[in-house]
């Protein structure tokens, strides 16, 4: 696939969700880089804001099988990968999959489930597959996993620590849309719009599983110079050295600003990326791989502010073309 028909296919897929999903472009198409990247996302926002909207309308365009796991205090590991359960017929043990073998899971308050089944989902993840009584069984292709939490509710919640958050390629916060969008959300439930019947909203598939593999093919043809190499380093590096910062990003989240700039170089049509592809996505990629001083946090420092503090310090390597 080159990179003109990624663009043609990436167009008509956040076009499809823009249908449904009202006021929040930027969600969806981080979101849909984040795939096409190879990665997962984590999605953080108060509940009504059109999270497990956004990813059944993705699994709907993207032609990817779903499946949904809704964390819970008591959830276990097998509840997630799937265990052996005795066949009395056959009068042996047989492996009953679980809802992570599929193309597009859907993790529902992540941070509700106990560490353990947080661990078990975040290990398929990384390794994509599932190993079960000594045999490993690989996860379907493409499979990329999106995740929700609340950042205001914490009464029974198992916050993911860092090791795991940075399994995740993006951690993306959505807000209130404005009164604009708001009133466009209404009008289009007022024409009879409800999320829970996306077969009624006319949602065609734009890509296939299949072609999805494709683009993710294209992103790894994407040029990088050295100019964007150094300056990705320098950013991650920085993040390491700031002045709010305990513990900076690793050389995965070097390699994530990479992945996902290219996604996005590809995304408008280019083959080559550019200074701004890495700016942009910048905060997405590194904000939830910043542990910051307790003093900081006090005096109401955030992630975002360090980085934006980075992208100001940092020296921009001149454009490519």
Known sequence: ????????RFQAIRGEVAKVLLGQDEIVDHTLIAILAGGHVLIEGVPGLGKTLLVRALSRVLGCTFKRIQFTPD???????GGNVFHQKEDRFVFSPGPVF?????????????????????EAMQDLAVSTDGVTR??????????????IESQGTYPLPEAQLDRFLLKLQVSHPSAEV?????????????AARLADADLPRAVTAEELLAMRAAVLGVRVDDGILGYITDLVGRSRAHRSVYLGASPRGSIGLLAAARALAASEGRDFVVPDDVKSLAAAVLRHRLILHPDAEIEGVTADD???????????PRAVG
């Open 102 to 122: 599929t193309q597009l899971l859907l993790a529902d308050e992540i941070n509700r489930a106990p560490a353990k089944t947080q661990s078990a989902l975040l």
């Open 75 to 81: 959830l276990m590991p097998s509840d997630v990968t």
């Open 306 to 316: 360090c980085i934006d503090d980075i992208l100001r310090e940092a020296k921009v």
């Open 1 to 8: 696939m080159n990179i003109a028909e990624f663009k043609e």
């Open 182 to 194: 708001e009133r466009r959300i209404l009008e289009n439930h007022a024409r009879g719009f409800n």
């Open 138 to 151: 690989p996860l379907p292709e493409p499979f990329f996993v999106i995740a929700t939490q609340n950042p």
